[in-house]
């Protein structure tokens, strides 16, 4: 599968919108070379984990970027961007980017964002905490 970057999603009219696709293949590139990525199922679609946390998720409904708290008022304030809500409540520090303004370009900038901010949280490895049986005191 050809990777695909911003120089690929330019054609004789302009800039086009990512299908969700080419939104994952577009995030992967975006994320070659940022540390160790793992890719799970979640939100509908894609979710990409930087050093086991979450980065970004790509699905049909947009795009999923983690931007910190105290860029979420910055990242508010461009096209497309509005506050991830997950059952009546705003999940501080995570932004939804819907799929017109996804462009190959501006997913690198929005993975830009995420990245800066995730390469800031300690890194996390998944454990299996041993079941215990019995009652919890």
Known sequence: MR???WRYCWNHRGPHVLDDQQLAESVRTAL???GTVREVKMFGGIGFMLNGNLVAAASKRGLLVRVGAERQGVALARAGARPMVMRGRTMNGYIYVDPPTLTGRAVQAWLRLAVDFVQTLP???KTKRARVKGKRK
């Open 3 to 5: 990777s695909i970057s």
């Open 32 to 34: 070659a070379g940022a």
């Open 123 to 125: 890194s996390k490895t």
